[in-house]
């Protein structure tokens, strides 16, 4: 699902090769579950992979694009194309965020670019740009 986050362009899809073994994707999979890690996947009723959300701490020496502290889990949420705008980001968004206050998470993170769509879901859900970058914002949502 990293691709699926990724390629969110139409008609701009990077190949799975190129995102999967890239530096700036990789430390969003590399070694998964180490402590810390946690995410959620959604199926379709007939089985298949709809899309997944989850979130890492990633370190101060190997922040990732969403990075604001040490301790900040940032989250990545990929959604299969056809599935989108139907409420599967949403749910899934929801639920990971329920997750990280339960493990007492204070906030969680992440990046938008510029001009993804999913940047309407994220401040319907409470997130607000805490940082903007070149293409790119950081935004934070308040757990608790």
Not at 61 to 85: C, H, K, N, Q, S
Request: charged share 25%.
């Amino acid at each position: 699902m990293v691709v699926e986050a990724a390629n969110w362009r139409q008609g701009a899809a990077r190949p799975r090769h190129e995102v999967i073994g890239g530096a700036d994707h990789r430390r969003y999979v590399a070694g998964w579950m180490r402590p810390g890690d946690a995410g959620f996947i959604a199926e379709a009723t007939a089985g298949g992979l709809v899309g997944a959300a989850w979130y890492r701490l990633l370190p101060r020496d190997e922040p990732g694009f969403g990075y604001v502290g040490t301790g900040v889990p940032e989250l990545i949420i990929g959604v299969r194309p056809i599935w989108r705008a139907h409420g599967v980001g949403r749910a899934l968004l929801q639920e990971l965020c329920d997750h990280a206050r339960a493990q007492g998470h204070a906030r969680i993170s992440l990046s938008v670019e510029r001009g993804n769509f999913a940047a309407t879901l994220y401040r319907s859900e409470g997130f607000a740009v805490v940082r903007s970058g070149v293409g790119r914002d950081t935004m934070v949502k308040r757990l608790r």
